[in-house]
């Protein structure tokens, strides 16, 4: 018997913005990357050590409005979205938004390498994440028949007005502002690569006619754990998602979803 490969907790970020048309931010992954490789993604990654130490309280709006296990989720997203796109979700001691600062966009690469501790780096910012404007979007466990496999929580929140989104240069090597129904367009055509659970979030992502609307939805929205499973249907293997999903009936041939 197979074993099955155990599911590493992960988080990403949907950033919204309306300027002036509704979009979404996507990052271009680094050909070399083992995982998804070339392919456009929200920014996001593997949870790490540091995302779950206790004294984030201190640095964290909205820390007692989320349960333990989730919080780790939200700061871990907000440093991904740091490290690959520059955008940092933090509030001011006055509450303003937090302004990039030529400080803290020196240290995105150190950050990323593990030198230099995310927690440091807000401190002495003297912000605090805005864990307040995220909301969770939809969580997604990669089938078990994949040989590396992520349980991935999607969060949206809507971006900063005042802060450029610049790609790594690292794990990323480009940062696009699309239309969430462009970008499923472009990979319907073949101009751009997205793999299947990004793809599904587009689709649901391009029923919001902007990004108010599509964090109302996302907070009324029952959020059911995605974890596609494979049918055979006329000797085909298909990618079949849970009906109250939220994505409609969804069973795609598995040979067009990887």
Not at 159 to 165: C, E, M, W
Request: hydrophobic letters at 45%; one cysteine or more; a negative charge.
């Amino acid at each position: 018997m197979t074993e099955i490969a155990p599911a590493r907790p992960a988080a990403t970020i949907l950033l919204v913005r309306n300027q002036p048309t509704f979009e979404v931010l996507m990052v271009k992954r680094h050909h070399q990357i083992d995982f998804a490789s070339g392919a456009l993604v929200f920014p996001g990654g593997k949870i790490e050590p540091g995302d779950a130490d206790p004294a984030w309280a201190d640095h964290c709006t909205g820390w007692d409005a989320h349960p333990d296990d989730e919080r780790h989720l939200r700061i871990a997203a907000l440093r991904e979205a740091f490290e690959e796109s520059a955008v940092l979700l933090a509030r001011e001691a006055d509450g303003a938004h937090w302004r990039a600062s030529e400080r803290a966009a020196a240290s995105r690469e150190r950050i990323a390498k593990g030198e230099l501790p995310f927690m440091e780096l807000v401190r002495e910012l003297g912000v605090k994440l805005d864990l307040e404007a995220m909301a969770p979007f939809a969580r997604w466990i990669t089938p078990a028949m994949m040989p590396k496999r992520f349980d991935t929580w999607f969060f949206i929140a809507e971006a900063p007005a005042d802060q450029l989104a610049i790609c790594d240069g690292y794990e990323t090597v480009d940062a696009e502002w699309i239309a969430p129904g462009e970008a499923v367009r472009l990979a319907d055509v073949g101009e751009r690569k997205i793999i299947f659970p990004t793809r599904m979030n587009l689709q649901l992502l391009a029923e919001a006619a902007d990004a108010a609307q599509a964090l109302t939805a996302a907070r009324a929205r029952t959020q059911v754990i995605v974890e596609p499973k494979v049918e055979v249907r006329d000797g085909e293997r298909y990618l079949v998602l849970p009906e109250d999903a939220g994505y409609g009936r969804v069973a795609e041939p598995l040979s067009a979803a990887m």
